[in-house]
């Protein structure tokens, strides 16, 4: 099941400068999904995720109802251009500035311990400790230098596991990039065009999903990122 708000914002050209901005607030609840990955910016993209299933020892089907793998509530996107009214001059006229942003939240993920012999499809999902639930371990994704879940909460299973799929969700995404250009025309016939890009101009870091393997030394803690730092490009364009 899907269901969302979606709100867009065009402005035409006009003036020298347009816009569009798309705002989506969603919920998507599944079985079983598959989370291609996404890349913010240049570099490093998600780890493409093929979703849990049921448990090992369990046949439940309905208890893998959750958000979706690619679940993300909130997404903002907004691309817009502006001629720079600079002057008259032949080196301040036709310059462009344009940009691309995107701030999305973070995926859904699931904890579990794996067992010989069964591939990641298959898992044993955990137990939350006594007096814990799935708010009390995600709480301490306010302190994410501690560790982006409470992992002290979290038991092993001796069989099915109490913790609910998908009921943890990874770090917020940021993204934008910039772009400035230069048309300069040579008599009526040849023009050329001088571009400066910029991919992820404030340079951020875009943190991937914490370690979900509870046998893992590294349980509950970021080890990597998304995307890549910031990267710059320039083109010469030639029409004639």
Known sequence: TYHALQTTLTK???????????????????????DPGSTAGGGRPD???????????????????ARSD?????????????????????????WELAT????QSGRPFSVFRPEQ??????????????????????????????????TTQLRA???????????????TQKRVDLSIAKRIA?????????????????NTVNFALPENNFDSVDFGTITGTVGGPRVSQFGLRLTF
Do not use: C
Request: cysteine-free.
């Open 12 to 34: 035409r050209l006009s003036r020298g400068y347009q816009f569009h901005a798309a705002y989506t607030y969603s919920l998507s609840k599944d079985l079983m999904s598959a």
């Open 47 to 65: 780890t493409p995720n093929s979703g849990f299933s049921v448990e090992n020892d369990s046949r439940d089907l309905e208890s893998n109802w």
């Open 70 to 94: 690619f679940d993300r509530p909130h997404r903002f996107s907004l691309s817009g251009v502006w001629n720079l009214p600079l002057g008259n001059n032949p080196f301040l006229r036709n």
């Open 100 to 103: 691309f942003m995107q701030f």
């Open 117 to 150: 012999g069964l591939l990641r499809l298959g898992f044993q999902r955990l137990d939350f400790a006594p007096g814990a639930d799935a708010a009390s371990v995600a709480h301490q994704a306010d302190n994410p230098e501690d560790g982006w879940f409470d």
């Open 157 to 171: 299973a001796t069989a099915a596991g109490n913790t609910p799929r998908n009921f943890l969700r990874g770090p």
């Open 186 to 202: 040579f008599g009526s016939r040849v023009r050329a065009e001088l571009r400066w890009e910029i991919f992820n101009l404030l």
